[in-house]
């Protein structure tokens, strides 16, 4: 039996122009529970990079879709009544098909009923959860560090993919820092809801979730670099990410990438 | 007793330009019932063609917001319990006022109860169904053929509106095909909705339905064409699309149709 | 006791400029209970201006969203059942702590139920109300002018934002018009939405709620020009008014300002 051996950081720059190019020619469709700011760029984001976005949350049919799907995203943002009750049923069944799924807990750190709830789906078993610095502090009681990352990855065997400044991906094992991107992204909403899904899309194609989640965030990084050099300001930056990520290629993604 | 003649398909140009006119001139309301991703796209573009966009979904008020409306847009898109008391009672107060409505059946090929639905809703009598290949299939159980499309249509007394690479748009008695459109309509979320909506737009200003939801989706092709030469990918291209029906003239509409 | 004196017309330029300088400064939380079709581009004009957008409507943590804000919007487009428990919570909560609010009566002149809701929320003190002009009938019962605005604003202790081809800020004392702007602000979905944001934006950080209000419509109006510079339609003036305000400095303010 050989034991699959997880990359290092300096192996992802190639493994994620690999997993793009693998999102393109499969398509894969991911579902996506999330908030109504988020659904339309989510939906062009994921449609930029080669993957099926649906986003249907009623109740009876939301587990057909999860069903017909290669992954699931469910993010917290605005979360109604309808959101959980789907969001418990896609997990339910993304579960049975044993389907990658990632938790994006949006703005735990203001709502303790928020904060409970997304406790309570880290304990059903995500590929990967991708707070901020504030989320993951309010899902862990603890700093943002290197220990604090790899300790909640290794409890909850789940990897933890932290956006911030620089980003910082950690399974028990492994963390990866990535320092791709640009101020912009800050500046404009649901980025952080579409790099959620932009894991998810990666989940569906490759098998190892540190990978997967870290390979996702460079992507990101790389195509707001190159979006950065078109935009004007925020709302330009908005519009010339998602031509940048539909135009992204692996050379691109090798050369600017910096993975440490 | 003179029996109004439909048009041919060689008259469509010239009649998508007096429509188009007529949407500026008028200024039609159509009251849209669609999904959270669409709802910003689709009143951008609704606005840029010269109609009037209102979207609630409130039970209390649907009835009178299409009361006041000249036609009615009916989308399955992310459809939650409350969209479906709206579709119901918006489509008993168009009943009520004879008002033309479409359907888009969306996604109906992944969710059976979905397809329930829909074919429930084909037998209240919108004016037009404006479904994609596999929503065709799901609906009619058959394949996309002109017979039949045109065999749905004279069995249910609808306009059947297909959207694909080439735009079939038939009734019992005809059916055109419409070349024009951009590959990257296709990478942009909710431009089939979209495209349903301007279908409403031109069946409040056109009383045959043929003609109008054929005059939509060629309007809606060739807007797509300008669009594609200001773009650099499907972000500006979503942008552009709207520049370009704001734009658009009769002018160019005849000269770029490509319709069989 | 000094009685602090509301600033003239004349004054308002420049403290636009110091009000959008706090703004950036300060970064204040704006919560928004709004409709579907607005949601990304309320919130992304919010990060442009400096704000921070939150946008729940879940029954359950509403409060707690709002505890930690410093303004609110209720805003009654695609108003459901939901958002109507969600305004009730939130204009509580606002109470509670003192907080300005602003109520932007979307369509009330469309659906008699949704302008008796309105003139409810009215009496709870909200700081201002943005109607254009039908909706400013809808609620007064009388024609927009000086005069009705001004009286409405005494009978009912609030600020009236009117929006329209000139804009009219009234309190029980002062009222200004606003002439800045462009067309194309009538030809994007959601622009009034997002002006009604920026006006709880300025009310969190400017204690005099008429300053406030038109400072913020003003702002508006000033980047509406700016983005009109760099717009070939209403798709790409919906991207460069969000660049515009991001760009937007108080020279310019000074500068372009048409108050009377």
Same mark, same amino acid.
């Given at each position: 039996m050989q034991i699959p051996q997880t990359p290092q950081p300096a192996d992802l720059p190639k493994l994620a122009a690999t997993i793009l190019g693998r999102i393109r020619g499969q398509g894969p469709r991911v579902h996506c529970i999330t908030n109504g700011v =988020?659904?339309?760029?989510? =939906?062009? &984001? %994921? %449609? *930029? *990079?080669? *993957?099926? /976005?649906? &986003?249907?949350? *009623? /109740?009876?049919e939301v587990a057909q879709f999860v069903a017909r799907c290669d992954a699931l995203l469910v993010n917290l943002g605005t979360f109604d009544d309808e959101r959980r009750v789907a969001a418990d049923i896609a997990i339910e069944a993304a579960a049975q098909d044993d389907l990658p799924w990632v938790l994006d807990p949006v703005f735990i750190d203001r709502s303790p009923a928020r904060a409970v709830f997304a406790r309570e789906l880290v304990q059903r078993k995500p590929s990967a959860v991708r707070p901020n610095h504030a989320e993951f502090s309010a899902l862990s009681g603890a700093s943002v560090g290197h220990d604090a990352l790899m300790q909640f990855a290794r409890a909850q065997d789940v990897v933890v993919a932290l956006s911030g400044e620089t980003d910082l991906v950690a399974d028990a094992a492994h963390i990866v820092a990535i320092s791709n991107g640009d101020p912009l992204m800050a500046r404009v909403t649901a980025m952080g809801c579409a790099g959620s899904a932009l894991v998810a899309a990666c989940l569906a194609v490759e098998a190892d979730p540190w990978s997967a989640s870290a390979c996702a965030l460079l992507m990101l990084g790389v195509a707001g670099e190159q979006a950065a050099q078109n935009a004007k300001g925020p709302g330009s930056f908005a519009v010339a990410i998602i031509d940048a990520l539909a135009d992204l290629d692996g050379k691109t993604i090798v050369e600017r990438a910096r993975v440490t």
């Open positions: =988020a659904q339309n760029f989510t =939906a062009n &984001m %994921l %449609l *930029a *990079a080669g *993957a099926v /976005p649906s &986003m249907t949350i *009623a /109740p009876d």
